[in-house]
C-alpha cells in the first residue's frame, strides 16, 4: 500500500474537489522521504555507502580521488575500517558514541609469555569471550505516531548488541550483562 492510498483512507469519505491530487502529491512526499531513509539505512556500514561515503572517507582520513570508482572508493574505506585494530577500546568508544559508558572483560588462557600478572584467568571453555558489562537499558517506549509496524523496540543498548556483534571478531562470543 503506498502512501497515496494510506492518506486517501484517512480522509473523510466525502469527496472534497481536488484532495486527491493534495493525497497524491503528499503520498510521493513521503515515499521519497521513506526511500531516502532506507538508503540511509544501508550505508550505516562502509560496504554500501554512497550518499555517506564522502563523510567515511573524512572518518577514516582518506584524501577523496575523484578518479577512482564508487567501487574502489568503497575498496580504500573498507581497508581502513577493517584494518583498525577492533580491540576493546574501540567497542568503549563505540558504547560511548550512544551514550552508554560499558566495560569490557576479554577472557584469556594462560600462556608462557603471554599472560601477566593480574590477568584474568579463565579454562579452555571460557576462551575468546567478552563480557560487556555497564549497559543501561534505556526506557524508551513505543509511543503512537513514534513507532511502527515491524520496527524493533529495543533502544541503544539494543543497539549496541547488534553493532556489536557485526564488528566483533569471529571467533568471539560477546555476553551483555546489563546494570540495575
Known sequence: M???EILKSLTPPIQLDGMEDYDAIEGAALD????????????????????????????????????????????????????????RKFFINLAALTGQLITITDYVLPR??????GDILCIADAVWRWVVRGLVDTDEFARAGEFCAGEPLGGSSANIET???????AHTIVYFEYAA
Open 32 to 87: 521519497r522521504a521513506e526511500a531516502a531513509a532506507n538508503q540511509l539505512l544501508q550505508e550505516v556500514l562502509p560496504d554500501l555507502a554512497f550518499i555517506t561515503l564522502p563523510e567515511w572517507e573524512r572518518m577514516m582520513e582518506i584524501q577523496t580521488n575523484p578518479a577512482l570508482t564508487v567501487v574502489e572508493r568503497r575498496r580504500n574505506v573498507m581497508v581502513r575500517f577493517f584494518g583498525r585494530e577492533l580491540n
Open 163 to 169: 553493532i556489536f556483534n557485526k564488528l566483533k571478531p
Open 2 to 4: 503506498t502512501n497515496a
Open 112 to 117: 608462557a609469555g603471554h599472560a601477566r600478572c
